[in-house]
């Protein structure tokens, strides 16, 4: 019974990771997540899982031409779809960081994805996470 409670108990436990937002069928896709207390902070204070978006998209495109199908969406730039990181501060805060396309409803799914719905919680939007936008040369060299 005891793993039982324990499988329970972990599905309700908040969550880091990353997403996108599928614009045309309303709902969140290529979630990777952990939960939160499974890590540690990072030297910036903060906790979040390690991948990235351009890896994780990269990876989904060689999966799907290495079946022989047509990889769909990830032929498209991974910063042209709507795409999201959470984080948890040091101050036990979980920010959902994004661009301007955020609206209240997406902001529900993804609290609902990540378990977020009953921990401090706010969203922040940042010019990275913007349509087209990645990391500057700045941060790659």
Known sequence: MSTMAE???????PKVGIFWYDEGKDELFGVSKVEASSMQFNSNGL???KTLHKTWW???????LSRGKDPGIYKK???????????QREDGVYQLMCGSWINES?????KYEFDLQDVPFEFKIDEHWELGHGWSEEYIN
């Not at 499988?7 to 436990?13: F, V, W």
């Not at 730039?77 to 984080?87: K, N, S």
């Open 106 to 110: 997406i902001v529900d799914m993804v």
């Open 47 to 49: 906790k979040t899982i």
């Open 7 to 13: 499988y329970l108990t972990s599905q309700d436990e």
């Open 77 to 87: 730039d991974y910063t042209l779809v709507p795409r999201g990181r959470i984080f």
């Open 58 to 64: 990269q990876k989904e495109k060689n999966r799907a």
